[in-house]
């Protein structure tokens, strides 16, 4: 029980450490400690939604049109046997 409760405990205060970091980036004064990014790094917030957004549409391409890629990649960290063995027959 105890290995869960210290893996809660720096989850956790992993998330309460980011947020200041993540309202700063937002442009969002929150914190008085915290200042706003100046001009290239308050850019971050937009590209990372970009690349997410990005993301989902190609899994959503994928996933109507090439659904077995999505599948294959389950077996990209399988061991050779593994992956003979998964194979359809």
């Known amino acids: 029980m105890v290995p869960l409760v210290s893996v809660l405990f720096g ?10 970091a993540f309202f700063a980036d937002l442009g969002i004064k929150l914190f008085s400690f915290i200042s706003p990014l100046t001009y290239p790094l308050s850019l971050a917030g937009i ?3 970009a690349w997410y957004a990005l993301g989902v549409v190609m899994v959503i391409f994928f996933a109507l ?4 890629r999505i599948a294959d990649t389950a077996k990209v960290f399988m061991d050779d046997e593994d992956a003979a063995e998964a194979l359809p027959a």
């Open 11 to 20: 989850s956790i205060l992993g998330i309460v450490l980011f947020v200041p």
């Open 47 to 49: 590209v990372i939604g």
């Open 65 to 68: 049109r090439h659904p077995r």
